[in-house]
C-alpha cells in the first residue's frame, strides 16, 4: 500500500473518496511512538562504539550519535467495496494538528469546497504580501524618537542616577 506524497494530496483524495462513498468509507489514525528498553539501548550504544573504535581511520569522521526515536502518525482512508485506500504518515506536528481538523471536517460531510483544499501547487488560504504604504507623517517622526531616546540613554550613564538595582534590601 503506496503512500501518498503530500497531506494537501491526501485530503484532496480522501475528501473524493468520502463523496463518492459516504456510506462504507473509513477513516482511521495510527500513532506510533517507538520505545526502547533500557537493555535494548545499551545494547546498542555499545555496538555503536564498537563501529566507531574499529572503523578509525584519519580520513574518516565520527559517526553520528544515535538519534531519539520519532513518533509518527499514519493516516488511513479506506473502502472496502472498492478496495480503495489511501495513506499518508508524518512525523511533522504542525501538519498532525492540519489534518485532524480537515479530517474531522471530511468526517463530519463537510464537502471539499468547504475545506478551503485548492488547486495543486497553491496552498489554502496563502495570499501574496506587498508592502503597505508609509506614510509620511509617522516617517518623519521615526527619525525624532530615535534621536531623542538615544539622548536620554547617554544622560544616564554620566553622573544622573540610574535603575536601582534589584535585590533584597534591608530587613
Excluded: C, H, W
Excluded at 22 to 46: C, H, L, N, V
Excluded at 57 to 68: E, F, L, M, R, V
Excluded at 132 to 154: I, L, M, R, T, W
Amino acid at each position: 500500500m503506496p503512500y501518498l506524497p503530500t497531506s494537501q494530496a491526501f485530503l484532496e483524495q480522501s475528501a473524493q473518496l468520502l463523496e463518492a462513498y459516504p456510506d462504507t468509507t473509513r477513516i482511521t489514525t495510527k500513532y506510533s511512538f517507538p520505545t526502547e528498553t533500557p537493555g535494548a539501548r545499551a545494547k546498542r550504544a555499545k555496538s555503536q562504539a564498537k563501529k566507531t573504535a574499529s572503523s578509525e581511520s584519519p580520513s574518516t569522521q565520527a559517526a553520528p550519535t544515535p538519534s531519539a526515536p520519532v513518533a509518527a502518525l499514519t493516516l488511513k482512508t479506506y473502502n472496502p467495496t472498492t478496495g480503495i485506500v489511501l495513506q499518508y504518515r508524518t512525523n511533522k506536528i504542525a501538519e498532525v494538528s492540519r489534518l485532524i481538523t480537515g479530517l474531522g471536517k471530511l468526517a463530519s460531510g463537510a464537502d471539499v469546497a468547504s475545506l478551503g483544499l485548492s488547486a495543486p501547487g497553491q496552498a489554502a488560504g496563502d495570499v501574496e504580501m506587498i508592502d503597505a504604504p508609509v506614510e509620511e507623517s509617522a516617517a518623519a517622526a521615526a527619525p525624532a524618537q530615535a534621536g531623542k531616546s538615544q539622548a536620554q540613554g547617554q544622560g544616564q550613564g554620566q553622573g544622573g542616577k540610574g535603575k536601582k538595582k534589584g535585590g533584597k534590601g534591608k530587613r
